[in-house]
């Protein structure tokens, strides 16, 4: 198999044959046909998040097909299509896997960032956090649903009931969630860089009532919002943004530091969360009801091989919606 491989935090991803691997019991193999890049792809290279099991493999939305399955698998089948998400394993008796909180499990595994993932021709993956996906659409449409859509689907969930819903950043998240929000009849504003017309133009293409810059105030108070930018200081203009009562959910895995804010913010009974991992409910959950939403991803293309200029693209935001790796 060929891998894009992470060896040291902070240096670029180096093209690597590697000896074929075997699935262990309760294990299959993938055959990769897509894997998007995401935010957290960029944490992990950057060494933002602690302790990478380097060398690894990086890349947490995968799509293929399964083409070797080991010792006690009998769920799934050979050739048959499943994505594979950012939650690799859990431990199943830690408290927070028994009280159905699997995302927030103490001896968790996650793809592309503890265990390898797909920046690569193949992977072997648990087979129990493997979603069959059935046969609509492409892998490369499909492949940023099983991080981008599926983070954001549960942030939306503890977003509540709120029918003006807010987007801080629109990236690959948000240009998901925002067909989602406007599919369930919620009105949505979408917050960018000052200035980047290109990608409000793009939000209101995607359905969203208003979009200006993130230190704009909307025509009308939000009921919630989701900030999916890595930004700390979004926090308190989130807060001034959304109504008495209002939620302000924090959906990355990171963010830079949040500024000091005055209690007034957050007076009325405004709260603030944050969203960890998904539980493979939250996939089920999502991954059954997309064929209903008609959700178009936008996509970038790159070969695996272009891995690191995937990730440079990224961060210097030169793409609308997602960028895939194709092996
Ligand atoms: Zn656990
Ligand atoms: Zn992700």
Redesign the pocket.
Known sequence: MQAMVLNAVGHPLVWTELPDRQPGAGEIRVKIGACGV????LHVVDGELPQPQLPIIPG??IVGRIDAIGPGVSTLVLGQRVGIP?LGHTCGVCPYCRMQRENLCDRPLFTGYTRDGGFASAVVADARFAFPLGEQGSDEALAPLL??GL?GWRALAIAGDAPRLGLYGFGAAAHILAQVARWQGRSVFAFTRAGDAATQRFARSLGAAWAGAADELPPQPLDAAIIFAPVGELVPLALQAVRKGGRVVCAGIHMSDIPRLPYRLLWEERQLLSVANLTRQDGLDFLSQVPQMGIVTRTTAYPLQQANQALADLRAGRFEGAAVLLP
Request: proline share 0%; net charge negative.
């Open positions: 995401c935010r957290t792809d947490h939305e950012w991080c981008a983070i």
